[in-house]
């Protein structure tokens, strides 16, 4: 994928036009459109650092190396959830936000540590550094409150692109109603209970996810 390629998806993630994104990085929508198209002139660097956010508080607080070499972080974590067996699909699905936001934390520090760099993700959070420092480190024992969840969820969403509908909701936003994913719970739901896998307490959560999925 090219910088172009890629650009469009950093905006397309966050849903802004090209003069958005000049107000959100201080780079002319024309030189915008302009590395869109395929432009690679000798001050590319210096307009995707910006528009990265490597500057000043501008930009989109995602590493730029992001931007101008490649990593995907999208792309690799739908990969994986969607390479996933159907019962863990279902595990996943069944998770609290609280969990589901660590595993995506998780996968990011493993895989892209420079993305979500604690300063970045505080900052985008609304969190002080220590706090988030704080949080990460009891997150084990005393996970954090449901706001603070989504708070991280939607910093998490943003400068990376991870879909907030599977961080909140349990499923993929490319998902529809049509696709087969309602039914293969349903199929492994009835699995899990018969063989007693399944704790009674998450049958209320399933069915919450069945009604929203079909609701569409």
């Not at 002319?28 to 000043?56: D, F, K, M, S």
């Not at 293969?184 to 069915?207: H, M, T, Y």
């Amino acid at each position: 994928m090219s910088v172009g390629r890629r650009l469009k998806h950093l905006l397309d993630s966050h849903g802004h036009s090209l003069r958005k994104a000049q107000e959100v990085t201080g780079v002319c929508h024309e030189t915008i459109r302009r590395i869109i198209n395929g432009w690679e002139g000798p001050t590319l660097i210096h307009y995707v650092r910006q528009i990265a956010g490597g500057y000043r508080a501008q930009g989109y607080q995602v590493d730029e190396k992001a931007l101008m070499e490649g990593m995907d972080p999208r792309g690799d974590f739908e990969w994986t959830i969607r390479q996933a067996p159907p019962v863990q699909r279902l595990e996943l699905a069944l998770m609290s936000i609280q969990d589901r936001v660590r595993l995506a934390l998780d996968f990011l520090k493993a895989k892209y540590p420079s993305v979500c760099r604690h300063e970045v993700l505080a900052t985008a959070s609304g969190l002080q550094r220590d706090e988030l420092e704080s949080l990460l480190c009891r997150w084990g024992r005393r996970p954090p409150d449901l706001v603070t969840a989504l708070a991280l969820a939607t910093a998490v969403s943003h400068l990376t692109g991870l879909p907030k509908k599977w961080l909140v909701a349990g499923w993929l936003q490319t998902e529809q109603v049509e696709d087969p994913f309602a039914d293969r719970i349903c199929r492994v739901f009835a699995k899990a209970q018969g063989s007693g896998r399944c704790a009674a307490d998450r049958i209320p959560r399933l069915l919450e996810i069945l009604r929203r999925k079909v609701a569409g």
